[in-house]
């Protein structure tokens, strides 16, 4: 997946959207007594879960290159990519409760809930790892480059930016 590694940027936001719109599905599907909406919904998860593995091979490769080229502290690197693995986690979790709670006869609703709950949780956490993903670029600069040559985590670094005066050093 390393030749995907520029991409996941555009990867990530699918598993984000993906989780988010299964969850909103299932609860249209739960209150509306529909079956449309829940087979909406397992197929979104099922799409989510694929995207989000991408995504996480591709992070991968990123995080790697921001550790190495720019310098960025591992831990803060790690904290997102941990935080999307534990959202693909739960959301694998939820897939394999939605398979299961056909067969599982008087637990249905049991397994259903606890699926329903693996989805929330897994669409709350691909949300923070979403927003510490767009911490790490937008505030840190990670994957930047100024003329063709990635920034240093230095350079970008919040507390230099602020300490410099307007018009000079």
């Known amino acids: 997946m390393e030749f995907l590694g520029p991409l996941h940027p555009q990867i990530v936001h699918f598993p984000v959207a993906l989780l988010v ?23 979104l998860l099922v799409l989510a879960v694929a995207a989000g593995i991408t995504a996480i091979l591709t992070g991968e490769f990123v995080g790697d290159r921001a550790e190495e080229l720019q310098h960025f502290p591992e831990a803060t690197v790690d904290a997102h990519g941990d935080m999307g693995k534990t959202a693909i ?17 008087a637990a249905r609703s049991a397994v259903s809930g606890v699926a329903l709950l693996l989805q929330l949780a897994a669409a709350i956490s691909v949300g923070v790892a979403a927003h510490r993903g767009g911490g790490l670029v937008y ?26 005066k307007p018009g000079g050093n």
């Open 21 to 43: 719109c299964s969850v909103l599905f299932d609860l249209v599907g739960r209150a509306t007594d529909s079956s449309w909406w829940r087979k909406a919904s397992m197929t």
């Open 89 to 105: 986690w739960l959301a694998g979790g939820a897939l394999v409760a939605r398979l299961i709670e056909g067969g599982v006869g």
């Open 139 to 164: 505030h840190h600069g990670a994957g930047v480059a100024i003329d063709g040559k990635p920034i240093r985590y230095t350079d970008a670094a919040p507390d230099r930016a602020r300490s410099r």
